[in-house]
């Protein structure tokens, strides 16, 4: 699959992409509202398993440096229903890449795919939350979890319906 929007491209991801990948996942500020950071062999694992075996994800280009600046979880959950996240390289967060790469994969689910939904979750109730209701997501519930810095918080269910999208557009 390949995408453009303005500022970047969404592709699949190569073998070439692990040094890069590696540099988001296993950045401990990247990762904090996920798990602990990757170590270079659990980032290679994944790239080789769920990246590209799988097709778990894409990977997300910024066209003027030609960088990988993030991954981009687009999977299919069931029938019509596609779950929707990311993690960006620090360095470029608050450019609104997120929100460009998000949009443009919300406009292929409803559009190109058909999709009846696109979900979401996050225990971040600062930047993704807000990026999630930028792009019209309704909070849908929230249960307990373990964090990924120790005790207990929650984890935010989101969820975008196809006729949301299409009313917000």
């Known amino acids: 699959m390949k995408i453009e929007t303005p500022r970047l491209t969404l592709r699949d991801f190569t073998p070439a ?4 990948l590696h ?9 904090a509202f996920a798990e602990p950071p990757y170590t270079p062999a ?5 790239l080789e398993q769920f990246c590209i075996a799988r097709r778990g994800g894409l990977a997300c280009v910024e066209k003027a440096t030609g ?6 979880l687009f999977s ?3 029938e019509q229903v596609w779950e929707l996240g990311w993690f960006f390289r620090r360095d470029t967060w608050g450019k609104g890449f997120a929100t460009e790469a998000s949009r443009a994969l919300l406009c292929h689910a409803f559009q190109t795919l ?7 979750e ?7 939350a807000r990026v999630l209701e930028k792009l019209w997501f309704r909070r849908e519930g929230a249960q307990p979890v373990e964090s990924p810095a120790g005790g207990r918080t929650l984890l935010y269910q989101y969820a975008l319906r196809a006729k949301d999208w299409e009313r917000e557009k």
Do not use: H
């Open 17 to 20: 992409d692990g040094p890069a």
């Open 67 to 72: 960088q990988l600046v993030g991954y981009l």
């Open 114 to 120: 058909s999709a009846r939904e696109v979900v979401a």
């Open 42 to 46: 659990q980032t290679q694992a994944f």
């Open 23 to 31: 540099a988001i996942l296993g950045d401990g500020k990247v990762m």
């Open 122 to 128: 996050t225990i971040d109730t600062g930047r993704a």
């Open 76 to 78: 299919p959950l069931g």
